[in-house]
């Protein structure tokens, strides 16, 4: 199992950023993906989860209305668009599944949000 993000980076607040996630080595389309993140001298958090086939998703209150996530299950890709970035949203963040009773999580990428 491998998941790769791509995306992060420095934005002003009140911009936008989208992350990606490109996953391979296990049947995509079957399972929960999920966005974590953990900001800097912080535990880890849920951002958002989307159900298999996308017709589901959960955010944590914190971004509701300003963040999105979406999948293509042809690409093995799962996005997070976030917009209204505030400077709390800098943290790293993660893509996540879970199956088999094993846990797995991607290298991470950097949102930095400041003027």
């Known amino acids: 199992v491998q998941l790769v993000e791509s995306g992060g980076g420095l934005v002003q607040p009140g911009g936008s950023l989208r992350l990606s996630c490109l996953a391979s080595?296990?049947?995509?389309?079957?399972?929960?993906m999920s966005w974590y993140r953990q900001p800097p001298g912080k535990e880890r958090e849920l951002v958002a989860r989307i159900s298999p086939a996308g017709s589901s998703t959960n955010y944590a209150d914190s971004v509701k209305g300003r963040f999105t996530i979406s999948r293509d299950n042809a690409k093995n890709t799962v996005y997070l668009q976030m917009n209204s970035l505030r400077p709390e949203d800098t943290a790293k963040y993660y893509c996540?599944?879970?199956?088999?009773?094993?846990?797995?999580w991607g290298q991470g990428t950097q949102v930095t949000v400041s003027s």
């Open positions: 080595g296990f049947t995509f389309s079957n399972y929960d």
């Open positions: 996540n599944t879970r199956f088999d009773r094993l846990t797995y």
